[in-house]
Each structure stands twice: as structure tokens, then as C-alpha cells.
């Protein structure tokens, strides 16, 4: 019923920036908080960042903290990351989902509280 569909990765040196973008399928966007995971080889999958959709409340991972930027615009059912002084350890394929779980503040870092998920994007950062 849902779908949810990355664009936007690609190749970059480090030190750079990109933008990747997350369009969502179905009228309720604005009702669920939005997430942007990355999983690298041989990693398991990692919480990168999440705005409720208001974008009131956004968290971070500590390790993008300061060179990330979440947004959204609801009108388009479009979730972006902005990712700015981009490192090697950056690289990775990057997956936009929808949170669907309780208590936000306290689950919003856990992967298995959201329930849709994108084809992911690939986010490649050279040295």
C-alpha cells in the first residue's frame, strides 16, 4: 500500500555534500514520523536520522550529528537528507522508512519500529 522510493545517491569526494531525496506513496504521509537508514558492507543497518512531520522533532545519530540535515515537504510526500562534509565511512546504501512504532523519543533509533521501507540508494565517498 505504500511505497517508498530513493533517488539522489551516488559518487562524491570526501568533504563534499549530496542530497538525497524519499518520495512516499499515500495520502497519510504527514501522519508518520520519517527515517533515513544506511547499512555498509558486512554492517548491520544503522539509524541515521528521523523528523516527525512537522519536523518539530528530529534525532540524529551521533556519528552524522552536525553535517546532516533532515527535512521534508509534506506537500510533495518528500523526506530529504542533506548531507554535507561527507567522510569515506559515510559510504554506504542509504534507505528512507516510515515509523510506525510508539513512544518516538525513545524507539525512534530502532529499525523494526518502522514498517516501510525503500529500495535503498547507493552513497559512495572516496578519499
Known amino acids: 500500500q505504500v511505497q517508498l522510493v530513493e533517488s539522489g545517491g551516488g559518487l562524491v569526494q570526501a568533504g563534499g555534500s549530496l542530497r538525497l531525496s524519499c518520495a512516499a506513496s499515500g495520502r497519510s504521509f504527514s501522519s508518520y514520523a520519517m527515517g533515513w537508514f544506511r547499512q555498509a558492507p558486512g554492517k548491520e543497518r544503522e539509524f541515521v536520522a528521523v523528523s516527525t512531520w512537522s519536523a518539530s522533532s528530529a534525532y540524529y545519530a551521533d556519528s552524522v550529528k552536525g553535517r546532516f540535515t533532515i527535512s521534508r515537504d509534506n506537500a510533495k510526500n518528500t523526506v530529504y537528507l542533506q548531507m554535507n562534509s561527507l567522510k569515506p565511512e559515510d559510504t554506504a546504501v542509504y534507505y528512507c522508512?516510515?515509523?510506525?512504532?510508539?513512544?518516538?523519543?525513545?524507539?525512534?533509533?530502532?529499525?523494526?519500529?518502522?514498517?516501510?521501507w525503500g529500495q535503498g540508494t547507493q552513497v559512495t565517498v572516496s578519499s
Open positions: 522508512a516510515r515509523y510506525r512504532g510508539w513512544n518516538y523519543s525513545r524507539t525512534y533509533p530502532d529499525q523494526n519500529e518502522y514498517d516501510y
